[in-house]
T-cell receptor, first 117, second 113 residues
Framework: GAVVSQHPSWVICKSGTSVKIECRSL??????MFWYRQFPKQSLMLMAT?????????EQGVEKDKFLINHASLTLSTLTVTSAHPEDSSFYIC?????????????FGAGSRLTVL | GENVEQHPSTLSVQEGDSAVIKCTYS??????FPWYKQELGKGPQLIID?????GEKKDQRIAVTLNKTAKHFSLHITETQPEDSAVYFC????????????FGTGTKLQVIP
């Protein structure tokens, strides 16, 4: 089946540093990937839509200069949290869209837990 | 914008009993309704989905029903097992090839052995 790999699964960093999270579709090509953020005991909130070869589309309220997204190939999208602060600590999850039975189905990565000290 | 309400927020059932989770959506253009299971510290996993041209779909112990007129859909888990314990999210997606999904608020299901 379709697999989406996310790396790292967890990361701890100091305040002010930048952290990059990778999202790879292992056995299919994904022209569109999505980045979500999830706080404890809450639902997934879409941050941005990542389109291969073009700029990402950010949801309202998400700072594009803080959360840099690069979708340079059909199998890789990266999210860079720049100048991270403790309030950026969260669970970040990516998903990739693939066609299945005439529709587009989302496959999620395992998530990356970011802790900013 | 899209809005998906999910109930209940927590649900405890005895092993072997059934569990039902309900969601209501507001966008009449929605045509795809997936359900995801999320275990602690992991990403969501698709467990079943239904499209707007179907009223019910079943996969072993899991079933989903859709009422387009009332704009609600439900997840039914029969013969629950302890490994069914997780957080379940409903979601919906508008039609027209748009791929963004909106998630419900989640239901924490606990199956008591």
């Amino acid at each position: 089946g379709a697999v989406v790999s996310q790396h790292p699964s967890w990361v701890i960093c100091k305040s002010g540093t930048s952290v990059k999270i990778e999202c790879r579709s292992l056995d299919f090509q994904a022209t569109t990937m999505f980045w979500y953020r999830q706080f404890p005991k809450q639902s997934l909130m879409l941050m941005a839509t990542s389109n291969e070869g073009s700029k990402a589309t950010y949801e309202q309220g998400v700072e594009k200069d803080k959360f840099l997204i690069n979708h340079a190939s059909l199998t890789l999208s990266t999210l860079t949290v720049t100048s991270a602060h403790p309030e950026d600590s969260s669970f970040y999850i990516c998903s990739a869209s693939r066609p299945f039975s005439g529709a587009n189905v989302l496959t999620f990565g395992a998530g990356s837990r970011l802790t900013v000290l | 914008g899209e809005n998906v309400e999910q109930h209940p927020s927590t649900l405890s059932v005895q092993e072997g009993d059934s569990a039902v989770i309900k969601c209501t959506y507001s966008d009449s253009a929605s045509n795809y309704f997936p359900w995801y299971k999320q275990e602690l510290g992991k990403g969501p996993q698709l467990i079943i989905d239904i499209r707007s041209n179907v009223g019910e779909k079943k996969d072993q112990r899991i079933a989903v029903t859709l009422n387009k007129t009332a704009k609600h859909f439900s997840l039914h888990i029969t013969e629950t097992q302890p490994e069914d314990s997780a957080v379940y999210f409903c979601a919906e997606r508008p039609g027209g090839g748009y791929q963004k999904v909106t998630f419900g608020t989640g239901t924490k299901l606990q199956v008591i052995p």
